[in-house]
């Protein structure tokens, strides 16, 4: 007779219990990393402006673009965006204004939560944090240049270029979902936690109901004894 590893398989209740137990770690540990914003403000939006102006200074040849402290901001708006078209030598005369705390450190907070609270081995949470934190940090570029971008198409004398009517209706929607709302600063942060976080392994025994990696057994794995066929 020789032995085989069956896969250990959870009962509905206990898929329930793991999926609650995640969820109230998760919530602590969001709500932990949102206490010390206060703290943290000041040095968070400067680090957000000066890589905003790192990478998204230029739109095109003639599109100059300049993220700054708002004069005398105590509120959750710090941030003007200064626009300014080269060719017609314009500059916007009323910076749109942003939180960086809606804009970037709640969708960081929430990844950092979401990969904190998933119980994989110490090794793959890191691993998973450091990736997680990095793909935010690109989501929310991409949140602010979808805001110079649509402001940049709007009519007038600071419009870049006119888009068509199909382009044009992209560039709201991206902007509405995106940026101009918490929508996309909790729906990215899942779709990114989801792809970081888990194997293609884990999806796999999740659908056939067996246990992933995960949440690897505690004690030894099932045996099943099997004919030894000669």
């Known amino acids: 007779m020789v032995t085989s590893e069956a896969p250990a398989r959870y009962s509905p209740f206990k898929r329930v219990r793991l999926v609650l137990v995640f969820f109230a770690y998760f919530v602590v540990v969001f709500g932990l990393l949102m206490i010390p914003w206060s703290g943290v403000r000041t040095a968070y939006a ?7 102006n790192l990478f998204l200074s230029w739109l095109g040849p003639v599109g100059r673009c300049r993220f700054v402290p708002h004069p005398g901001s105590t509120g959750a708006m710090d941030t003007n965006i200064e626009l300014t078209n080269l060719r017609t030598r314009e500059t916007s005369i009323r910076p749109r204004t942003i939180g960086s705390r809606h804009m970037g450190y709640i969708p960081t907070a929430f990844v950092a939560a979401l990969m ?115």
């Open 46 to 52: 400067s680090a957000l402006r000066g890589s905003a």
């Open 116 to 230: 904190i609270a998933t119980p994989v081995s110490l090794r793959r949470k890191t691993w998973a944090l450091l990736w997680g934190l990095l793909a935010a940090h690109v989501f929310v570029m991409l949140r602010l240049a979808i805001t110079v971008l649509r402001d940049f198409t709007l009519p007038g004398d600071m419009a870049l270029f006119s888009p068509g009517p199909l382009t044009d209706t992209l560039i709201q929607i991206g902007f509405v979902v995106f940026a101009g709302t918490q929508i996309g600063g909790f729906i990215v942060p899942i779709l990114i936690w989801a792809v970081v976080s888990f194997r293609r392994s884990d999806w796999e025994n999740l659908m056939r109901g067996g246990r992933s990696a995960v949440a690897p057994p505690r004690g030894p794995a099932a045996a099943v004894a099997v004919p030894n066929s000669r």
